[in-house]
């Protein structure tokens, strides 16, 4: 028989729910397993959007689907709105199942007033880990991206919904970078346009001004019909606490006009590669896997890569990639991954294909009108 659990929030009850996609992708090389204890950590506490709900559908005893649903009632009020989101959704190979957790989702957001529900989404104000991957299914995700098997697209279709937007991912091999054209280039629209990019290099003393600096670029680059949170200081904050452990100040750059900070682009070396090899576990030897795999990380992934509107089309994007490359270059990166891009910013697809990259991986998010029968 064939039932839904609504789960507490906490560590023990949450705790199938995150162990679901071990036995799902058991025999898929790949798969990236999330830190168990890291996921269990992020889900117990409270979502900072609003309220959320964890469903885990049984087949008798065996879990077999899962779905997180929630409000997001800062987002909500910016774009003035009534929507809901689904995120985590996991299902084994039978559409029933992942109807069942699906049709909970849809009825708990439609009891709470929300007319509509968008996913997937990532957690956190990052943003980094949207939509359901459907195309590039030929190799494991690169940092904080999503996987899935190439099946749960027609399974949401099936379910209702249809395509909300595509965030896209791009790759570059660092061997096919013109380097000796971005020599010429850079210096030019630098003394042009009287800016200049400097490495972030974080520290407890300069940890305060970088975020207020990262705060005041993204707040001034900020499209209105961005479906994301323009981050406060606080959330800033609580990021960077998420992600110091995969920072590379090779990698992260920021321009300034003389001290107005204008741009940032913020890379990671791809640690997939080494969370790949610990299965989900810093102990026993799992953190031993960590220590020396990442001496050996040979891919990376460019985040975020954001001027202020009055230095668009000057060459500070291409001054700060410029940057970022000389640094990967000396960590021994072989390729970059540019993701995700919102398929609806022309200027950066544009300015991203630039960079010798090709589209290589789509992330789809999907749709649902919770009005209709």
Same mark, same amino acid.
């Given at each position: 028989?064939?039932?839904?659990?609504?789960? #507490?929030?906490?560590? *023990?009850? @949450?705790?199938?729910? /995150?162990? @679901?996609?071990?036995?799902?992708?058991?025999?898929?090389?790949?798969? /990236?397993?999330?830190? =168990?204890?890291?996921?269990?950590?992020?889900?117990?506490?409270?979502? #900072?959007?609003?309220?959320?709900?964890?469903?885990?559908?049984?087949?008798?005893?065996?879990?077999?689907?899962?779905?997180?649903?929630?409000?997001?009632?800062?987002?909500?009020?910016?774009?003035?709105?009534?929507?809901?989101?689904? +995120?985590?959704?996991?299902?084994?190979?039978?559409?029933?199942?992942?109807?069942?957790?699906?049709?909970?989702?849809?009825?708990?957001?439609?009891?709470?007033?929300?007319?509509?529900?968008?996913?997937?989404?990532? %957690?956190?104000?990052?943003?980094?880990?949207?939509?359901?991957?459907?195309?590039?299914?030929?190799?494991?995700?690169?940092?904080?991206?999503?996987?899935?098997? +190439?099946?749960?697209?027609?399974?949401?279709? &099936?379910?209702?919904?249809?395509?909300?937007?595509?965030?896209?991912?791009?790759? !570059?091999?660092?061997?096919?970078?013109?380097?000796?054209?971005?020599? #010429? =280039?850079?210096?030019?629209?630098?003394?042009?346009?009287?800016?200049?990019?400097?490495?972030?290099?974080? +520290?407890?003393?300069?940890?305060?001004?970088?975020?207020?600096?990262?705060?005041?670029?993204?707040?001034?680059?900020?499209?209105?019909?961005?479906?994301?949170?323009?981050?406060?200081?606080?959330?800033?904050?609580?990021?960077?606490?998420? @992600?110091?452990?995969?920072?590379?100040?090779?990698?992260?750059?920021?321009?300034?006009?003389?001290?107005?900070?204008?741009?940032?682009?913020?890379?990671?070396?791809?640690?997939?590669?080494?969370?790949?090899?610990? &299965?989900?576990?810093?102990?026993?030897?799992?953190?031993?896997?960590?220590?020396?795999?990442?001496?050996?990380?040979?891919?990376?992934?460019?985040?975020?890569?954001?001027?202020?509107?009055?230095?668009?089309?000057?060459?500070?994007?291409?001054?700060?990639?410029? #940057?970022?490359? %000389?640094?990967?270059?000396?960590?021994? $990166?072989?390729?970059?991954?540019?993701?995700?891009?919102?398929?609806?910013? =022309?200027?950066? $697809?544009?300015?991203?294909?630039? !960079?010798? *990259?090709?589209?290589?991986?789509?992330?789809?998010?999907?749709?649902?009108?919770?009005?209709?029968?």
């Amino acid at each position: 028989m064939i039932r839904v659990e609504i789960l #507490e929030q906490n560590r *023990s009850a @949450l705790r199938p729910f /995150v162990k @679901l996609p071990f036995q799902l992708y058991k025999d898929d090389p790949n798969w /990236v397993a999330p830190l =168990i204890g890291e996921q269990l950590c992020v889900l117990s506490q409270p979502q #900072e959007g609003g309220p959320c709900r964890f469903f885990l559908v049984y087949d008798g005893n065996q879990p077999v689907a899962r779905v997180m649903a929630g409000i997001d009632e800062r987002l909500n009020e910016r774009l003035n709105r009534k929507c809901g989101y689904f +995120s985590l959704f996991e299902s084994v190979q039978r559409p029933d199942y992942a109807r069942t957790a699906l049709d909970a989702a849809c009825a708990y957001l439609r009891e709470e007033g929300m007319d509509t529900v968008i996913g997937p989404v990532a %957690l956190g104000v990052d943003d980094f880990g949207k939509g359901l991957l459907v195309q590039g299914f030929d190799g494991p995700p690169v940092l904080f991206n999503p996987y899935n098997p +190439s099946y749960y697209a027609d399974y949401l279709e &099936k379910c209702g919904f249809s395509k909300h937007r595509d965030h896209l991912a791009y790759f !570059m091999r660092m061997d096919e970078f013109d380097q000796h054209a971005m020599e #010429e =280039i850079v210096p030019r629209a630098k003394k042009r346009f009287g800016f200049r990019v400097e490495r972030v290099i974080w +520290s407890k003393e300069n940890e305060e001004k970088i975020l207020q600096n990262i705060g005041r670029v993204i707040r001034e680059a900020f499209p209105p019909e961005w479906e994301w949170n323009v981050p406060t200081y606080g959330d800033l904050r609580r990021e960077v606490k998420h @992600l110091r452990e995969y920072y590379s100040p090779e990698m992260t750059v920021m321009a300034f006009a003389e001290n107005r900070p204008i741009g940032f682009v913020l890379a990671f070396p791809d640690y997939n590669q080494v969370l790949k090899k610990m &299965k989900g576990h810093v102990f026993p030897v799992g953190w031993l896997k960590y220590m020396f795999g990442k001496r050996k990380i040979h891919g990376a992934r460019c985040s975020m890569q954001i001027v202020v509107p009055e230095y668009q089309h000057k060459g500070v994007n291409t001054a700060m990639f410029y #940057e970022a490359f %000389l640094g990967a270059k000396n960590l021994g $990166i072989q390729w970059v991954e540019g993701s995700t891009v919102d398929e609806t910013s =022309i200027t950066s $697809i544009a300015n991203t294909e630039k !960079m010798a *990259s090709h589209l290589y991986r789509v992330y789809r998010q999907y749709e649902k009108k919770l009005t209709e029968a």
